[in-house]
């Protein structure tokens, strides 16, 4: 009886053992692609940073004839946390 214990528990060391490996395995594969997957995410965020470059946006619009602007205005901040007022819409007359 003890002789048929002591194996049950051997082997039952053995199959956890063996789990383990398997599971170890996985991780690693997980992990093999987990840092694929990232390095194919930082390209993708560089070449959009990339593309909103203004240097590229002026480069672009030079292709389709685009000009630069006369003057430059900043728009004032808006606060978030109220409305704003309404809107005082004139319509043009017909000419």
Do not use: D, F, W
Request: positive net charge.
């Amino acid at each position: 009886m003890a002789v048929a214990l002591l194996c049950a528990s051997l082997l039952s060391i053995v199959v956890g053992h063996a789990l383990l490996a398997q599971g170890q395995l996985r991780m690693g594969h997980v992990s093999t692609e987990l840092t694929k997957a990232k390095a194919i995410n930082r390209s993708i965020v560089l070449g959009v940073a990339k593309g909103e470059t203004p240097a590229r946006i002026s480069e672009e619009a030079g292709a389709y004839h685009l000009v630069a602007p006369t003057t430059i205005l900043q728009l004032p901040s808006v606060s978030l946390n109220q409305a704003l007022p309404p809107l005082k819409v004139t319509p043009v007359s017909a000419q």
